[in-house]
């Protein structure tokens, strides 16, 4: 049974940061890449960042890049999403995805499991 279980979320005030953690179960986790997506009350789900299955190649969403940083652990069956210089618009439920199709998918089709998802709040 595959799980994708997500931690880390919490209230934060502007400028603050926060590491978001996502443990998968299940699979051999080095053939899969990772997303992280969110989703604001009354918006659609976005994509912020995903990586490889390798870990060399990353990609952002214009809103958080330079502010963000995703990382893995494949040993561990680890992803990380570092988040800096939060900002309020950055308040939604964060979710952890992964997906066996190469490079790093930026729309939610393309994953295959997801987790329950992680409120992370910034308040100004």
């Known amino acids: 049974q595959v799980q994708v279980v997500e931690s880390g979320g919490g209230s934060v005030q502007a400028g603050g940061s926060l590491r978001l953690s996502c443990a998968a179960s299940g699979v051999t986790f080095g053939n899969y890449a990772c997303g992280w997506f969110r989703q604001a009350p009354g918006k659609e789900r976005e994509f912020v960042s995903a990586i490889n299955w390798g870990g060399g190649t990353t990609v952002y969403a214009d809103s958080v890049k330079g502010r963000f940083t995703i990382s893995r652990l494949n040993a561990n069956n680890m992803v990380y999403l570092q988040m800096n210089s939060l900002k309020p618009e950055d308040t939604a439920v964060y979710y952890c995805?992964?997906?066996?199709?190469?490079?790093?998918?930026?729309?939610?089709?393309?994953?295959?499991?997801w987790g329950q998802g992680t409120q992370v709040t910034v308040s100004s």
């Open positions: 995805a992964i997906t066996r199709e190469l490079g790093v998918p930026r729309w939610p089709s393309a994953y295959d499991y």
